[in-house]
Nanobody
Framework: QVQLVESGGGLVQPGGSLRLSCAAS???????????MRWYRQAPGKERELVAG??????YYTESVKGRFTISRDNAKNTVYLQMNSLKVEDTAVYYC?????????????WGQGTQVTVSP
């Protein structure tokens, strides 16, 4: 069993910055690997959207965050980060970590619990 634990959300003023973290952890002795880690978000009344993450050999960013957000990953720690700069009110959402987990011959989709990001003056 693998869980994704997110942190780093909070309240920030427009123009501010936040750094989100998501760490994948499994039970003791549980062998697994993480194929892909991405960030999604869901604003009130909106559908969940992909914010950033690797697709094929490239890193995808949704158009509205290009130049402001940066995704990175520490493979040794099974952790993905999202550095968010120049935050806007429209960035307010619950941010979810996503991972494709491989164990034995099975691939599983895992979601974090979500971390709230609120951008407000």
């Amino acid at each position: 069993q693998v869980q994704l634990v997110e942190s780093g959300g909070g309240l920030v003023q427009p123009g501010g910055s936040l750094r989100l973290s998501c760490a994948a952890s499994g039970a003791s002795g549980y062998i697994f690997s993480i194929n892909t880690m991405r960030w999604y978000r869901q604003a009130p009344g909106k559908e969940r959207e992909l914010v950033a993450g690797p697709i094929a050999g490239s890193t995808y960013y949704t158009e509205s965050v290009k130049g402001r957000f940066t995704i990175s990953r520490d493979n040794a720690k099974n952790t993905v980060y999202l550095q968010m700069n120049s935050l806007k009110v429209e960035d307010t959402a619950v941010y979810y970590c996503y991972a494709l987990v491989v164990s034995r011959d099975e691939m599983m989709i895992k979601w974090g619990q979500g971390t709230q990001v609120t951008v407000s003056p």
